[in-house]
């Protein structure tokens, strides 16, 4: 099957985008429904009959978290830096005509959330720099956690900027400026629905005021069954994860945690009944000693198999220290198989721990990676501080697993409960009697007059 890949057409400089439009007669085309939906919007919106205060309209956005906010901060620059592309003066006394007010709905009617994002940000000659990058990042991160709630853990991810800046550093690599066809097809390629939830708060909010409203918000609830137990797989690195991944992972909304070396102990038996029974797609979080953290996706289970497995969908997420992703990987796992290369490895050859772009040891406490700065490079020696294994099917998978995991528990108590009989009972026992008399107990008994006899 030959796949013919046509790159898009290349998008005029933001700042020209629209006054392009204007000048050439090109306007986007609506209902005699749809307007008068919008000027029912504006009319309910509009306190003067100069028209829409920009104040009001800043207000209007709405705030998920408190006034004063780092949220609430940076969506009254977003809505200040909108405004500024259709009004000429910001003030205090400053409306907006009818007119501007379709002219600010019509930029998310045809722009996409990236390019939005960007023409926002661009200076005027259609360029934004690593700073702006990590603005709009910091932006759509900050909206995820406001919508997840007011809560401590909430809070305390707002103060943690790292992944902000890993985002900076992986989409510009060492560039001054940037475009927005490059903007456009690094975050297209990378982080597909970073700016979704943002962008469809600011223009449902503006356009229809439905703040139910919320497609393409994805909020990952992380499922363990102790609240209590710690793990590396925070808030921040959820947010980032879920945005990049394919929504086979995100469906259920809700990522269950199957292994967890801080509780679990970094033990290959406990990794593999973990994970073997879950079936699903599934992610690896690896916590390296240094800081580095890294997901591995699977679109499927994790079999303890000396076979490689799964498809397209599977990929490699540097979260720390620069964003990096590799996508068509594959993966290995073998604990078993003493004829193979036993660990875990995932990338064009996985099952090889010197072709792997990542390699964890039968021991789970170091490996190697061949990541190194931006590119597949040398391998670097590892040592591991953290694994945390995933599974993100939909909630019934989980509850059987569950299930699973509370017979294997009941087995194995039942077990460990079994008393077994003293000799003396034993040796009087109707059992021993019968076996005697099969024939059963014959060898048991010659090497115990055997024993006798060297003893005396």
């Known amino acids: 099957l030959l796949v013919l890949l046509v790159p898009p057409p290349p998008v005029p400089p933001p700042c020209f985008l629209f006054a392009s439009s204007c000048r050439m007669g090109q306007h986007v085309s609506h209902d005699d429904g749809a307007n008068a ?3 029912e919007r504006f009319m309910a919106l509009k306190d003067s009959d100069e028209g829409l205060s920009t104040f009001l309209f800043i207000k209007a956005l709405g705030l998920p978290l408190r006034s004063g906010s780092s949220f609430s901060l940076l969506a009254d620059k977003v809505s200040e830096l909108w405004l500024q592309r259709h009004v000429e003066s910001l003030g205090e006394n400053s409306f907006i005509s009818w007119e501007n007010f379709q002219l600010l709905i019509r930029d998310v009617q045809v722009q996409t959330a990236a390019e939005f994002m960007f023409s926002l940000f661009a200076d005027a000659d259609g360029f934004i720099t690593e700073e702006d990058a990590m603005t709009m990042f910091n932006l759509a991160r900050l909206h995820a956690l406001a919508l997840h709630g007011d809560t401590d853990d909430v809070h305390a991810a707002i103060e943690d900027q790292s992944i ?38 600011i ?14 918000f994805i909020d990952i609830s992380l499922v363990k069954e102790n609240p209590s137990d710690e793990v590396n797989m925070d808030l921040n690195t959820t947010w980032l994860v879920s945005s990049s991944l394919p929504v086979l992972f995100t469906g259920s909304h809700a990522w269950s945690l199957l292994y967890n070396s801080a509780t679990d102990g970094l033990s290959k038996t406990r990794f593999s009944e973990s994970t073997a029974k879950y079936n699903g797609p599934t992610l690896l979080s690896i916590l ?27 990929r490699i997420i540097r979260v720390l220290p620069v964003f990096l992703t590799y996508d068509g990987v594959r993966a290995y796992i073998n604990m078993k198989d003493k004829h193979h290369e036993k660990g875990i490895g995932f990338g064009e050859k996985p099952s090889n721990k010197e072709d792997a772009l990542v390699w964890i040891n039968e021991s789970l406490d170091s490996g190697m990676s061949g990541i ?41 108590q039942q077990r460990q409960m079994a008393q077994r009989p003293s000799s003396k009972e034993w040796h009087d026992s109707a059992d021993r009697e019968l076996l005697k008399m099969a024939g059963a107990l014959k060898v048991d008994e010659e090497s115990r007059v055997s ?5 005396m």
């Open 37 to 39: 939906k919008l000027k």
């Open 164 to 201: 902000t800046v890993s985002l900076g550093k992986g989409i510009f690599s060492h560039k001054e400026k940037m475009d927005m066809n490059t903007f456009v097809r690094w975050t297209s390629k990378n982080t597909p629905r970073v700016f979704s939830s943002v962008f469809e708060w």
């Open 203 to 216: 223009s449902s909010h503006v356009e229809t005021g439905d703040e139910e409203k919320m497609s393409h």
């Open 288 to 314: 390296f000693s240094d800081g580095q953290r890294y997901i591995c996706a699977s679109d499927e289970r994790f079999p303890d198999s000396r076979k490689e497995f799964c498809s397209f969908n599977a």
């Open 372 to 412: 190194v700065h931006n590119t597949a490079g040398a391998r670097t020696p590892v040592t591991i501080h953290d694994i945390e294994v995933w599974g993100c099917a939909d909630t019934e998978e989980t509850k059987k697993m569950k299930e699973r995991r509370s017979r294997d528990k009941l087995a194995a």
């Open 451 to 455: 024993t006798n006899k060297e003893d």
